[in-house]
C-alpha cells in the first residue's frame, strides 16, 4: 500500500485553504449533541450478588476517557460488595479498545493475540463490556463513512465499499469501483474520480474499517492520509480527513462519529438488502454495522471459573445498574441479546 501525503493534481490547497481547515477545529460538531441518553434496555437483569467477594483489582486501559466509568463502576458495586474495589490506569498502550483487569493480561495489549498465546497457551478470555462511543469524543467511537455535504450519494452497501476502498475485493464485488457513477450517481457526477482518504495503517481506527470492510484486505494505491507529519494523533488526522472532505467533493473516508463537521454527511450502510442510517439509534442498537464495543480481559485458562471477584464485578458492569452508568458517561449500554451472551460466557 502506497500511502501519499499530497497529490496536487486533485487537491490544491492554498494556504487559504489550509488556514480554512485550521479553523475548523473550532466548527468541531457532536452529530447528536441535542440527543438524550441512551436509555438502558428495562429487560437486562439486575445484579444480585452470587456471593461475597472482597480485595483490590487494578486495571489499565490504552484509553483515555475510561477512568471515570470504571470510578462510577466500582462505588456502585462497592454498595453491594463493600470490601472489593476496583480501579484503573490509563497507560500508553496498543489498542484502546480494552481493559485489562487482574494479573498475567497485559499481553492482551499487543496488536495481535500471538504474544498472549505463546505466554500462556491459550486465546485470552474477553467480555463486551458496552458498546463504542458516538457522541463522546473518545478514541473508541462507532465508525461512519463520510462524503462531502454536496455528494448526491446517501448510503453505500459493505461490498461496494470494500469495492471502493480495498485492492482486493474480499466480500466479492466483480468490479473495481473508481467512479461515482459506478455508485449510481448520474449527470455530472457519473465519470467523476472516487478520492479515498483515511488514517495511517497502523491506526486502531483504520485496523477496524479493514478487518470489518476489507476483510483485512491492503488498500489502494490511491489511498491517501490528508495533511503530513507521521507523529500526528488519531484526533489530529481525524480532522484533516474532514477538512479534506470539505474541500473535495469527490471524496469519500471513515472516522469516528464525533469529529463530524458541518461540511460532511454520514452515509448509510445495507448488509444483504438491510440498510441501516447512521443514528443514535441504529448504532446504539446494534443495527448498524460498523458500531465497536469495549472489552475487558482476564486471564481465565480454558475449563477453569473465572476468580470469584472479577466474576462478580462483571455480573454488576452487564447488570441493568452497571449499565445504566455506561450511558450516564456517555458510551452506549449493550443490547439485551448481546449482554446475555456475555453473561453466558462467564460461567
Same mark, same amino acid.
Request: hydrophobic fraction near 40%; include cysteine.
Given at each position: 500500500?502506497?500511502?501519499?501525503?499530497?497529490?496536487?493534481?486533485?487537491?490544491?490547497?492554498?494556504?487559504?485553504?489550509?488556514?480554512?481547515?485550521?479553523?475548523?477545529?473550532?466548527?468541531?460538531?457532536?452529530?447528536?449533541?441535542?440527543?438524550?441518553?441512551?436509555?438502558?434496555?428495562?429487560?437486562?437483569?439486575?445484579?444480585?450478588?452470587?456471593?461475597?467477594?472482597?480485595?483490590?483489582?487494578?486495571?489499565?486501559?490504552?484509553?483515555?476517557?475510561?477512568?471515570?466509568?470504571?470510578?462510577?463502576?466500582?462505588?456502585?458495586?462497592?454498595?453491594?460488595?463493600?470490601?472489593?474495589?476496583?480501579?484503573?490506569?490509563?497507560?500508553?498502550?496498543?489498542?484502546?479498545?480494552?481493559?485489562?483487569?487482574?494479573?498475567?493480561?497485559?499481553?492482551?495489549?499487543?496488536?495481535?493475540?500471538?504474544?498472549?498465546?505463546?505466554?500462556?497457551?491459550?486465546?485470552?478470555?474477553?467480555?463486551?463490556?458496552?458498546?463504542?462511543?458516538?457522541?463522546?469524543?473518545?478514541?473508541?467511537?462507532?465508525?461512519?463513512?463520510?462524503?462531502?455535504? /454536496?455528494?448526491?450519494?446517501?448510503?453505500?452497501?459493505?461490498?461496494?465499499?470494500?469495492?471502493?476502498?480495498?485492492?482486493?475485493?474480499?466480500?466479492?464485488?466483480?468490479?473495481?469501483?473508481?467512479?461515482?457513477?459506478?455508485?449510481?450517481?448520474?449527470?455530472?457526477?457519473?465519470?467523476?474520480?472516487?478520492?479515498?482518504?483515511?488514517?495511517?495503517?497502523?491506526?486502531?481506527?483504520?485496523?477496524?474499517?479493514?478487518?470489518?470492510?476489507?476483510?483485512?484486505?491492503?488498500?489502494?494505491?490511491?489511498?491517501?492520509?490528508?495533511?503530513?507529519?507521521?507523529?500526528?494523533?488519531?484526533?489530529?488526522?481525524?480532522?484533516?480527513?474532514?477538512?479534506?472532505?470539505?474541500?473535495?467533493?469527490?471524496?469519500?473516508?471513515?472516522?469516528?462519529?464525533?469529529?463530524?463537521?458541518?461540511?460532511?454527511?454520514?452515509?448509510?450502510?445495507?448488509?444483504?438488502?438491510?440498510?441501516?442510517?447512521?443514528?443514535?439509534?441504529?448504532?446504539? /442498537?446494534?443495527?448498524?454495522?460498523?458500531?465497536?464495543?469495549?472489552?475487558?480481559?482476564?486471564?481465565?485458562?480454558?475449563?477453569?471459573?473465572?476468580?470469584?471477584?472479577?466474576?462478580?464485578?462483571?455480573?454488576?458492569?452487564?447488570?441493568?445498574?452497571?449499565?445504566?452508568?455506561?450511558?450516564?458517561?456517555?458510551?452506549?449500554?449493550?443490547?439485551?441479546?448481546?449482554?446475555?451472551?456475555?453473561?453466558?460466557?462467564?460461567?
Amino acid at each position: 500500500m502506497s500511502v501519499r501525503s499530497t497529490r496536487a493534481s486533485r487537491r490544491a490547497l492554498s494556504a487559504a485553504a489550509l488556514l480554512l481547515s485550521l479553523a475548523a477545529l473550532s466548527r468541531l460538531v457532536v452529530p447528536a449533541a441535542a440527543a438524550p441518553l441512551v436509555p438502558v434496555d428495562p429487560a437486562l437483569p439486575d445484579y444480585v450478588p452470587h456471593q461475597r467477594v472482597s480485595g483490590s483489582v487494578v486495571g489499565y486501559s490504552g484509553m483515555d476517557t475510561v477512568e471515570k466509568m470504571m470510578a462510577a463502576w466500582d462505588q456502585a458495586f462497592r454498595k453491594y460488595q463493600p470490601h472489593a474495589h476496583f480501579s484503573v490506569v490509563q497507560k500508553d498502550v496498543g489498542p484502546e479498545d480494552r481493559i485489562a483487569l487482574g494479573p498475567d493480561t497485559m499481553q492482551v495489549f499487543h496488536r495481535t493475540d500471538l504474544a498472549y498465546e505463546d505466554t500462556y497457551g491459550y486465546e485470552p478470555f474477553r467480555v463486551k463490556i458496552c458498546a463504542a462511543a458516538y457522541i463522546l469524543k473518545s478514541h473508541v467511537s462507532a465508525i461512519g463513512v463520510y462524503v462531502n455535504r /454536496s455528494n448526491p450519494l446517501t448510503s453505500i452497501s459493505l461490498r461496494k465499499l470494500d469495492a471502493v476502498f480495498s485492492a482486493e475485493r474480499r466480500r466479492g464485488y466483480p468490479a473495481n469501483i473508481s467512479t461515482w457513477g459506478q455508485l449510481g450517481l448520474t449527470g455530472a457526477w457519473a465519470d467523476r474520480p472516487i478520492h479515498i482518504y483515511g488514517f495511517y495503517w497502523h491506526d486502531d481506527v483504520t485496523a477496524y474499517f479493514r478487518r470489518l470492510v476489507m476483510l483485512d484486505a491492503p488498500f489502494k494505491w490511491t489511498y491517501d492520509v490528508p495533511g503530513a507529519g507521521m507523529s500526528r494523533t488519531t484526533p489530529q488526522v481525524a480532522t484533516a480527513i474532514m477538512s479534506a472532505l470539505a474541500h473535495d467533493p469527490d471524496g469519500i473516508s471513515f472516522g469516528n462519529a464525533s469529529y463530524m463537521t458541518p461540511e460532511v454527511k454520514p452515509l448509510g450502510l445495507s448488509v444483504n438488502g438491510v440498510q441501516s442510517p447512521f443514528s443514535l439509534s441504529d448504532v446504539a /442498537s446494534g443495527r448498524y454495522p460498523l458500531q465497536r464495543y469495549l472489552y475487558i480481559y482476564v486471564n481465565r485458562m480454558p475449563g477453569q471459573p473465572l476468580n470469584p471477584l472479577l466474576k462478580e464485578f462483571l455480573r454488576f458492569i452487564l447488570s441493568r445498574q452497571g449499565q445504566s452508568l455506561v450511558s450516564t458517561n456517555e458510551y452506549l449500554p449493550l443490547p439485551p441479546a448481546v449482554d446475555a451472551r456475555q453473561l453466558k460466557k462467564l460461567d
